[in-house]
Structure formats: structure tokens, C-alpha cells
């Protein structure tokens, strides 16, 4: 395994930012145990901080913004590498980085909110969990991965453990951005940010190449197409059912020839989007429900069978509750991957219809995007895209998908 900052592309600040901030915090580790500790617990380390280089920026509580696909989960993950490996740097071969890496160290806790939003309690449980002594001698590191999906009551009970910090405890959260819908102003206040920026598509070809070992010109090819999201390219490179289902979505501009057909479009797209969500959850679905069901035993006629049978039914009316809240926020993250590419398409119409000496995000529809602007002009083409812009931007404030979806077809279609 390489170093653990390897792979975070085109992130070069970010990068000399978070190695500094290791050092930090390992020579902070270095001061506790060289000084003699006579309650043996981790009560001097609290004077420690922030440590002996201050301008190293180590601290408790960070934030990673950047747009999708960037890589703010793997900077974090890195980050917690670098936090529990034993020589300080994030080598990517001690135990501590390749535990953390490989998302089994003990003292590294991932938050994935599966569905809409990460709840109170999910976030007292962990709060209480990270407030102990780390088992490996070094950090307990929290990583929430949607920190913009906390609610207000699990971000009050996370500030409070930012603002009051067990010695030893480092929230890594991941944000799109610092703005106060994404995370509260208290909590952005007590956190030190690390910006991350749209990686270009050379830099994430590289990584698909030399990572992946995919082949150079398809690596380019995804990589534009996937606009500079690293797991989307990769997903393009490698899995044909995601192309195919790119192939549909690009096909939408030209099947768009009436009000019927763009009604069947936005139909079409929906289903899409629904079916590509249910493929991706039905596994895990499957397999929670027969580990609930073996964990409550079936059929039980004793004593206290009818009690256990009532409790039952709420731990799978909880589990179905879950399972819903996650199916919805699949498609709907599947049916925004189908709209940022369909942004992408009629971005370069504007660009064809501008001239604009700007590399197109489509290279394989460039065609049918020159088309698009003959016919519609840059207005045109302008205010189809803002068409697409809009209908992300109704579904995130949850309007129906299909309403929204519609109300974009007919937009594109009559222009
Ligand atoms: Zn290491």
C-alpha cells in the first residue's frame, strides 16, 4: 500500500495542511508519554494542546468541504490514517494506517447516514463512544461523512462534545461547504476548515490509471464525463451498467420531440433512477432483515413470548422506517447523478454556441451538443441548462421527483 495521502488527487494544499497537522499531533503524543503521568490515565494531555507547534494547526475538530466526488470521506480517512500511524506521517504500511485505511482500527469511527438524516440518537451513541480512552494509545477519531445531514438536535449534541473535547477525541467532519445550510455557524466556528477543490480531469485520470490500472484513454474519457467526480470516473471506467444508464440519460435531448414524448422521458428517467436505487439497497435490505430476524428468534411460545413479539414488531417497524429513509435518499442521489450529466450535455451546446475555447464535459456527444446549438442558440442552450439546475435544486427542497422531473422535460423540450 502506498502512503495514505496518495490518492487524494489534486489536493495538494489540503495534502501539506493535514501532513503538518500529523506531525502535530504525534509530537503531541511524544510530550504526553515522555512526561510522567502518575494517574497512568489521559488527564495531562489536555495541557498539551494544541501542542508544541501551534502553527502545525493540530486540533480537535476539522471540517472538509468540497463538491461531490472530490474526496472529502478518503481526506478524512487519510487524515485518521495519518492520526493512528505509528510513525506520525501516514506511511500506508504500519498497522495503524493500513487498520484505518482498511476500516478496522478500533479507535476510527465512520458516521455513513444511510438515509435522510443522521438522528439525535445515532449521534449521542457515538459522542458517548468517541469520549473514551483511545485502545491503541492514540486518537479516537470520529468521522461523520454528511455532516450536512445532521438535524439540529443530533448537531447540538455533537457540539457539545466539540466544545467540551475529551483529551484525547478528533472530529473529522465532511461538509459540501461551510455556508450555515450545510453546517451551523456554532459548530463551523469551533472547527479548523480544510478546503477541497474539484480535482481537474487529468489529475483523476492519472489516479484511475495508475491506481485501477485502467486503460489511459478510457481513464480520460471518464474522467471528463464524470466532472471531476474520482468515484463516478472510476464507476464509468468500470462498470457497464452505469455507462448504459449514462447512454439513456444523454439520449434525452433528441427523444424530447413533444409534449407526449417528454412526459415518457421524464417517466423514463424516474424509473431509472428507482431502479438503479432499489439494485443498490436490496442486498443490504436482505440482509438486515434475516440478521433482525434471527437476532429476535422466529415463533416463540413460552412464557414472555407475547412481550418479546411486541418489541419485535417495533425493532422491524424501526428497521423498515431505516430501510425507506435509505431507498429514498438512493434515488434520489441516483436520479442527481442522471441530472449533473444531463447539465453536462446542454453546458457544452452553450459552449459550442458560445465558441468558447473550453474543453467539452461529453466528449462522445460533442456531435449532438454542436447540433443542439445550432438549433437553439446560446440563449437557448442557456436556459436549458438552467432548466436542469432548477429541477436539482426543487428535488433537494423536496418537490416530488416526478413533478420536478416533468416540469424540466417540457422545458427542454419547448425551450
Ligand atoms: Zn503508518
Redesign the pocket.
Known amino acids: 500500500m502506498s502512503e ?1 495521502f496518495a490518492d487524494l488527487v489534486g489536493q495538494d494544499e489540503a495534502v501539506d495542511t493535514l501532513r503538518r497537522a500529523a506531525a502535530a499531533a504525534a509530537a503531541v503524543l511524544r510530550a504526553a508519554g515522555a512526561r510522567p503521568d502518575p494517574t497512568g490515565g489521559t488527564g495531562p494531555d489536555g495541557d498539551t494542546r494544541p501542542g508544541p507547534d501551534p502553527g502545525a494547526g493540530m486540533t480537535h475538530a476539522w471540517i472538509f468541504t468540497g463538491p461531490p466526488g472530490s474526496g472529502r470521506s478518503e481526506a478524512a480517512r487519510a487524515f485518521a ?2 492520526l ?15 487498520t484505518t485505511m482498511a476500516g478496522t482500527h478500533a479507535d476510527v469511527r465512520l458516521v455513513v447516514p444511510e438515509g435522510l438524516s443522521i438522528g439525535v440518537n445515532e449521534m449521542r451513541a457515538l459522542v458517548l463512544r468517541a469520549a473514551s480512552t483511545p485502545s491503541g494509545g492514540r486518537w479516537q477519531v470520529v468521522i461523520i461523512s454528511d455532516a450536512d445531514r445532521l438535524t439540529e438536535a443530533a448537531g447540538n449534541a455533537l457540539l457539545k462534545a466539540i466544545e467540551e473535547p475529551p483529551p484525547r477525541t478528533v472530529f473529522l467532519l465532511c461538509a459540501p461547504s461551510t455556508h450555515p445550510d450545510d453546517i451551523s455557524v456554532t459548530i463551523r466556528s469551533r472547527c479548523r476548515v480544510v478546503p477541497l477543490r474539484q480535482p481537474p480531469p487529468g489529475a483523476v485520470a492519472e489516479v484511475l490509471v495508475r491506481r485501477d490500472g485502467i486503460a489511459p484513454d478510457v481513464a480520460e474519457w471518464a474522467a471528463s464525463a464524470a466532472q471531476g467526480h474520482v468515484g463516478r470516473a472510476r464507476r464509468l471506467a468500470g462498470d457497464a451498467e452505469a455507462r448504459a444508464r449514462r447512454d439513456a440519460v444523454l439520449a434525452v435531448p433528441r427523444r424530447l420531440t413533444g409534449v407526449g414524448a417528454a412526459f415518457d422521458a421524464a417517466s423514463a428517467l424516474i424509473e431509472a433512477a428507482e431502479a438503479e436505487a432499489a439494485a443498490a439497497v436490496a442486498e443490504t435490505d436482505a440482509a438486515e432483515k434475516a440478521a433482525l430476524q434471527t437476532a429476535l428468534g422466529a415463533g416463540g411460545t413460552g412464557r414472555g413470548a407475547a412481550g418479546a413479539m411486541r418489541g419485535a414488531a417495533g425493532q422491524i417497524k424501526d428497521l423498515e422506517k431505516r430501510q425507506k429513509s435509505r431507498a429514498t435518499r438512493a434515488q434520489r442521489d441516483a436520479l442527481d447523478r442522471a441530472l449533473v450529466d444531463l447539465a453536462g450535455f446542454y453546458r457544452d451546446a452553450l459552449v459550442a454556441a458560445l465558441r468558447a475555447p473550453v474543453a467539452p464535459v461529453h466528449t462522445d456527444t460533442v456531435a449532438m451538443a454542436r447540433a443542439g446549438a445550432e438549433k437553439w442558440d446560446a440563449e437557448g442552450a442557456l436556459r436549458r441548462l438552467e432548466a436542469v439546475l432548477e429541477c436539482r435544486v426543487a428535488i433537494e427542497a423536496n418537490v416530488k421527483p416526478k413533478i420536478a422531473v416533468e416540469a424540466m422535460m417540457l422545458a427542454l423540450w419547448k425551450g
Do not use: L, N
Open positions: 495514505v490514517a495519518a493512528q500511524c505509528v510513525h506520525g506521517t501516514g506511511c500506508g504500511t504500519c498497522a495503524g494506517c493500513h
